[in-house]
């Protein structure tokens, strides 16, 4: 079985062209003399050219690239961050000004070492972003904070415009794919977004192809609505190296398209699901009117 996992060959569906167009190339080229990280980058996102090049949309990882946990299914480094950077709040907000960026995510290593977990700068990186680029929506992606009541208040004290935390994986398999959230904490950490802000919407997702059943997935949809979350995401788990998770199977384009249909009879008011779907794919269509409309206030 193990030999056969090994050897386990992704279908065509899971081929893509890369597009390194000269737009694209520029950009990267500007992220490393900002210093700042994508997780477009880190966590080698199939979209990245789609998102950057297409779409102007794009994920910065804030809080430095090193982090405190050590995920099964993540490729980001592992280990004892650096001191704090102040200024990267305003290097990303240029960023997203000089990218002409119609949504920026914002997300960032988990930082335990923090009492606030990063909430702080998290907050001061969508009020930046907001001064320089007022037609941006901004959406934040954190770790959970270890479930942190005063730090949840202090990242949402900034009115995001989504608010996005993964459960990654079904319940059963939670221990073994994440190295120190729980499941039921992240569904906690949605819930209370969404009493400190009802009219925010909240999202999260999750990989296939860990060993998880179709049931299993129902199952988390049903948790997902339940602590009142908007919008959910479904994409293919592909093993970033060697050292982390095998893939158990790939799913057919045909079975995202039942999860699609399944998630939006639950209540959703989004899905995207599909072999490729990453987190924040198509994240600049998730925005409700309200934020919009708020954009366009004097």
């Not at 950077?85 to 914002?106: C, F, K, T």
């Not at 972003?129 to 770790?143: D, G, M, N």
Request: aromatic residues 6%.
């Amino acid at each position: 079985m193990a030999n056969q996992q090994e050897h386990l060959r992704k279908p065509d569906w899971l081929k893509i062209k890369l597009n390194t167009n000269k737009e694209y190339t520029g950009l990267k080229k500007m992220m490393r003399e900002q210093n700042l990280h994508t997780v477009c980058e880190e966590a080698r996102c199939p979209n990245i050219h789609e998102c950057w090049a297409v779409r102007k949309t794009a994920t910065f990882m804030i809080l430095g690239d090193i982090c405190t946990r050590a995920c099964r299914f993540c490729a980001v480094k592992t280990g004892l961050p650096t001191e704090l950077d102040w200024q990267e709040p305003e290097r990303v907000a240029d960023s997203v000004a000089v990218m002409g960026l119609r949504h920026a995510v914002i997300t960032a290593v988990a930082r335990d070492d923090l009492k606030d977990g990063g909430a702080a700068v998290f907050a001061e990186t969508v009020r930046a972003v907001r001064r320089k680029s007022p037609f941006c929506t901004i959406e934040v992606l954190p770790s959970d904070m270890k479930g942190d009541d005063e730090s949840i208040m202090t990242l949402m004290e900034a009115k995001p415009d989504i608010f996005n935390h993964n459960i990654e994986t079904v319940r059963r398999l939670t221990k073994r794919v994440r190295a120190v959230a729980t499941y039921d904490r992240s569904l906690q950490l949605l819930k209370r977004v969404k009493e400190l802000s009802p009219a925010t919407p909240t999202k999260s997702s999750i990989m296939v192809g860990l060993g998880e059943t179709k049931e299993e997935i129902i199952e988390a949809m049903d948790d997902l609505r339940a602590h009142d979350v908007d919008i959910m995401t479904i994409g293919q788990y592909l093993q970033p190296t060697k050292k982390h998770l095998k893939v158990e199977r790939y799913y057919h384009p045909d079975e995202f398209a039942e999860l699609k249909e399944i998630a939006l009879s639950k209540g959703f008011s989004h899905c995207e699901a599909g072999p490729l779907v990453r987190s924040s794919y198509h994240a600049d269509e998730q925005v409700n009117a309200a934020a919009k409309e708020r954009q366009l206030q004097p």
